[in-house]
Nanobody, 124 residues
Framework: QVQLVESGGGLVQAGGSLRLSCAASGGTFSNLGLAWFRRAPGSEREFVAS????????FYADFVQGRFNISRDNSKKTVDLQMNNLKAEDAAVYFCAAARSGLSGQKEAQYNNWGQGTQVTVSS
């Protein structure tokens, strides 16, 4: 069973940057597809970004618009989300997710394991 723990959330001003990190334990990390989702207050959880087990293919939600970058480090068993030019609407709880299939996609059902989330607050 894969366990995921997110870190790096916090309070940032609009236009600022944050780097979220997700550390995994258990399972074979290099075989996992990985993703970040988020849930804003009063909203459903939504897809943000994902990276396949190969690390060579990444996918982003349209609202990212080139501001975020997802990356993985198989030696450290981590997946990071670098977020730049943050907007008030990016405020949410961000979740890390892992897919045993090694693939990545935008649907929650594709992912087998989830972290507890880390809060991102953006002040305007």
């Amino acid at each position: 069973q894969v366990q995921l723990v997110e870190s790096g959330g916090g309070l940032v001003q609009a236009g600022g940057s944050l780097r979220l990190s997700c550390a995994a334990s258990g399972g074979t990390f290099s075989n996992l597809g990985l993703a970040w989702f988020r849930r804003a207050p009063g909203s459903e959880r939504e897809f943000v970004a994902s990276i396949m087990w190969t690390g060579g293919m990444t996918f982003y939600a349209d609202f990212v618009q080139g501001r975020f970058n997802i990356s993985r480090d198989n030696s450290k068993k981590t997946v990071d989300l670098q977020m730049n030019n943050l907007k008030a609407e990016d405020a949410a709880v961000y979740f890390c997710a892992a897919a045993r299939s090694g693939l990545s996609g935008q649907k929650e059902a594709q992912y087998n394991n989830w972290g507890q989330g880390t809060q991102v607050t953006v002040s305007s």
